[in-house]
């Protein structure tokens, strides 16, 4: 009598596919969202910390000499870049994968609504958990018009050459930018920020319960932290458009 | 002593004949309701005239009556179970409306509790998800000595706090993405928390999980309406409890995912 052994060939081929098999489940897919949004965060954090330098009043050395710095750290920048590209390429695709299928969900709608939550029900409709894909791609919009602005330099030669052709130095290029003849920068930027602050005065503490955070100790402070972070972060990015461009 | 005047409503009740036919919404005038009526006695009393009148009863979902079974449902005037937090449509009473007042009645809205007539959905998708993994397959035995197996008592608050949940579908009717997860997560917490949990404990979460998304239900986005319209005030903290418990399934469990 021949007993036969499973071989264990099954086994090999799921090298990695346990982890794509997770990922891909609801619940996989909001962890990838929310590890992606809080990545993103750090960015934010970095990036508004470097902008703030246009704040120093040395007509621009201290930012110039910033941006030339991180210009010099070509090979590091093009890691940064990619992997911030991948970043936000992830977060965007599962955002909208996971709002199709939500909307999937519920085929027939109800004719009417109201909130059972404490609170809430004053502020139907303006809450930010319930705009988080229109705020998601309105901060879109405003990535790919700052990324025209500053790195593609894609808005016409005058914003950024001097009258001899030169180019201009960053904070110079930020000026022109940012200037009150250039309305769609500073109502693009400043609508942006607001999005954004809406965007992640829901996204930060989400991003915890999504990875199963939830602590009566813990969670109050994530909440308020979220608030705090999301107000600096919006408010310190509208103030480029908003007042910074004024003064200059 | 009962009040003595009785109240005069309009209900919007969706009418839908069967699973696949269009539906609509058909009003109908109640005279002289008693406000110490349940919210189901209300609509026995409609469907009492509209025998007589030869008109299809409305049909709805109901069985205890007293709040524990999970049966009822109904989406009234826009909430789960009606204005009362932590309340049943059966114990919903007639005295939470006022003379005069509109009511709309309409079923539980999910691609995965589809209608099957009037008021009443098929829920029996979450049926399927405790067939997925919902239990603890080993054999117990005999109950135990009482202190054979010690559990801590914030432990079994918690785990009886979970294991509160009727089943109703209110969770996924008030969400506005139709998900599950309130419901599956006390399913998975009510276990999880205990030692009969523990063996199975990896496979339990993965396969319900799976079982979750096969269904159609929608994801999780921390909006927190289910806990609101819980009727038996299931926490969102076991939400996080299931994502908890899926990550550990998934990144430390030897079991295949």
Redesign the interface.
């Known amino acids: 009598m021949i007993i036969q052994i499973k071989n264990d060939s099954a086994e090999k081929e799921t090298t990695l596919r346990w982890l794509l098999n997770a990922l891909s489940t609801s619940v996989g897919r909001k962890v990838v969202l929310a590890i992606t949004g809080l990545l993103l965060c750090g960015f934010l954090v970095a990036h508004l910390a470097g902008n703030l330098l246009l704040y120093v009043g040395d007509g621009g050395k201290s930012y110039n000499e910033y941006a030339h710095a991180l210009h010099e750290q070509a090979a590091l920048l093009a890691v940064a870049e990619i992997g911030l590209f991948g970043l936000l390429i992830a977060h965007i695709v599962i955002a909208l994968q996971v709002s199709s299928e939500n909307r999937a969900a519920r085929k027939v709608g109800y004719a009417v609504t109201r909130s059972k939550q404490e609170g809430r029900y004053a502020m139907e409709g303006y809450r930010p958990d319930t705009w988080m894909l229109v705020t998601g791609i309105i901060v879109l919009a405003f990535i790919i018009l700052h990324l025209m602005d500053f790195k593609f330099e894609g808005r016409g030669e005058a914003f950024y050459k001097n009258a001899d052709g030169s180019a201009v130095t960053p904070f110079e290029k930020a000026k022109n930018l940012l200037s009150t003849s250039n309305l769609i920068t500073i109502v693009g930027y400043a609508v942006g920020s607001f999005a954004l602050l809406a965007h992640l005065a829901h996204g930060f503490q989400s991003a915890f319960q999504t990875l199963g955070i939830n602590h009566p100790k813990y969670t109050p402070l994530i909440k308020l932290v979220g608030l705090v972070f999301a107000i600096a972060i919006g408010v310190g990015f509208a103030t480029f458009p908003l007042i910074w461009s004024m003064s200059h | 002593m009962s009040s003595s005047r009785g109240l005069n409503l309009t209900l919007?009740i969706w009418r839908q004949p069967g699973p696949n036919a269009r539906g609509e919404?058909r009003t109908y005038e109640m005279k002289n309701i008693s406000p110490d009526m349940s919210f189901l006695e209300m609509l026995d009393v409609l469907n009492e005239q509209l025998i007589q009148t030869k008109e299809e009863p409305v049909a709805f979902d109901h069985d205890c009556r007293e709040g524990i079974c999970g049966m009822c449902s109904l989406?009234i005037?826009?909430?789960?179970h009606g204005?009362d937090?932590a309340t049943t449509t059966c114990q919903l009473h007639m005295r939470r409306f006022s003379d005069g007042d509109t009511i709309?009645i309409?079923p539980w809205?999910?691609?995965?509790f589809p209608v099957i007539r009037d008021l009443a959905t098929d829920r029996a998708a979450f049926d399927r998800i405790i067939t997925a993994g919902g239990y603890v397959s080993v054999n117990t035995g005999n109950a135990q000595d009482a202190n054979c197996l010690p559990v801590g008592r914030d432990r079994q608050e918690k785990s009886m706090a979970a294991a509160a949940c009727i089943g109703c579908g209110a969770c996924v009717a008030?969400c506005?993405?139709?998900?599950a997860m309130l419901f599956v997560s006390a399913k998975v917490s009510q276990l999880a928390l205990l030692p009969q949990g523990e063996p199975e404990r990896a496979r339990r979460v993965?396969r319900m999980?799976?079982q979750?998304?096969k269904e159609?239900?929608?994801?999780?986005?921390?909006?927190?309406?289910c806990?609101?319209?819980c009727p038996a005030e299931v926490s969102?903290?076991n939400?996080?409890?299931?994502?908890?418990?899926?990550?550990r399934a998934?990144v430390v469990s030897e079991e295949?995912?």
């Open positions: 919007k919404f989406m005037n826009g909430q789960a204005p937090r709309v309409e809205r999910a691609s995965a008030a506005k993405n139709a998900s993965t999980v799976a979750m998304d159609g239900f929608g994801g999780c986005t921390n909006t927190y309406e806990e609101a319209a969102v903290s939400i996080a409890r299931l994502n908890r418990e899926y990550l998934v295949g995912v």
